[in-house]
Nanobody, 124 residues
Framework: QVQLVESGGGLVQAGGSLRLTCAAS????????MGWFRQAPGKEREFVAS????????VYADSVKGRFTISRDNAKNTMYLQMNILQSDDTAVYYCAGSKFRFPTTRGADFGSWGQGTQVTVSS
């Protein structure tokens, strides 16, 4: 099972930006879709974005569309989430996830590998 490690979280003011990074331990990373999920205090985990195995197809939650960009560098076994125009509602623990499929999906059940999470806090 691939190991995933997130980094890049932190405290930022509303309207600011952060870039999250997900580093994978195995080269098989490049053969599967990847995704980002988040969980705010007292709320269920929710889908944020996913990307197919080549990086050519992406899916976003409506709440982040136009503000967040998911990308990947298969040569570095790394995935990114560029987050712009951050809002207080974006405050959550963000999780990197490895899919069981090659195409991007939105269901948590489609992902078999998960990172430990990185905290993102947006102050208003």
């Amino acid at each position: 099972q691939v190991q995933l490690v997130e980094s890049g979280g932190g405290l930022v003011q509303a309207g600011g930006s952060l870039r999250l990074t997900c580093a994978a331990s195995q080269r098989t990373f490049s053969t599967y879709a990847m995704g980002w999920f988040r969980q705010a205090p007292g709320k269920e985990r929710e889908f944020v974005a996913s990307i197919n195995w080549t990086g050519g197809s992406t899916v976003y939650a409506d709440s982040v569309k136009g503000r967040f960009t998911i990308s990947r560098d298969n040569a570095k076994n790394t995935m990114y989430l560029q987050m712009n125009i951050l809002q207080s509602d974006d405050t959550a623990v963000y999780y990197c996830a490895g899919s069981k499929f090659r195409f991007p999906t939105t269901r948590g059940a489609d992902f078999g590998s998960w990172g430990q999470g990185t905290q993102v806090t947006v102050s208003s």
